[in-house]
């Protein structure tokens, strides 16, 4: 069963930093770019971040130059590293691989980690 594994949420203040971390279980994402998104408390499903399959980021506007994304070379776990954090980031964050996310980025493939941002 292909699941994804999402934690390091919590509630933090307004400047504060988070590690997220999503480890896939039962499968790897070989030969599939990877990404962040964040359901918003509106229910909204927003891309935060992905990353390709040779390395390569790619932020929502909101999240460059304060996000980082990585993934370790077993291709099991996606991170993303969350600096500078601002109440509007608040939501719950979901990872999911390409062909998932084309499916249903948020709500689908893991419970989700939820950050709150005061």
């Known amino acids: 069963q292909v699941q994804l594994v999402e934690s390091g949420g919590e509630s933090v203040q307004a400047g504060g930093s988070l590690t997220l971390t999503c480890k896939a279980v039962g499968f790897q994402f070989h030969g599939s770019d990877m990404g962040w998104y964040r359901q918003t408390p509106e229910n909204a499903c927003e891309m935060v971040s992905t990353?390709?399959?040779?390395?390569?980021?790619h932020y929502a506007d909101s999240a460059q130059g304060r996000f980082t994304i990585s993934q370790d070379n077993a291709k099991t776990t996606v991170w993303l590293q969350m600096n500078s954090l601002k109440p509007e980031d608040a939501g719950i964050y979901f990872c999911a691989a390409d062909y998932m996310a084309a499916i249903r980025p948020c709500n689908r493939w893991g419970q989700g980690t939820q950050v709150t941002v005061s």
């Open positions: 990353i390709s399959i040779n390395g390569r980021p």
